[in-house]
């Protein structure tokens, strides 16, 4: 149930994301958007193994910068990521890579925000 709650969240995010940016259009179908959603979030989790194993190789770099190459490195993917699903125009197209760095940044804020505010993924006071 949460995993369905988060996909919804995000589709509202992506949404107010194509609403909000400039250079980003929606597609007409609400269905697309949901489609986009789902495709950020399967490209964001296949990244996962590929962005950990860059983290720990650049270890050194990150630790000279105090982390702002790891930052750097997870939004410079998720900008990729937003990116490719915005050239298969399903829910949303980009104009290039400002507009998708602009909206992989604003989606990424609203997903935390309404994940914040439904309390998706906290566990109940108490239980385990």
Known sequence: MKLLLRWLLASLALLITVHLVPGIRGVESPWLILLAALALGLLNLLARP???LLKVVTTPLSCLT??????GLTLFV?????YFVGTLKWGFEVDGFWPAALGAVVMSVLTTVLTGLFEVGRRAEGGR
Not at 66 to 71: A, H, I, R
Not at 78 to 82: A, K, W, Y
């Open 50 to 52: 590929v962005l950990f």
């Open 78 to 82: 998720n900008i990729l990521v937003f």
């Open 66 to 71: 105090f982390g702002l190459w790891s930052l």
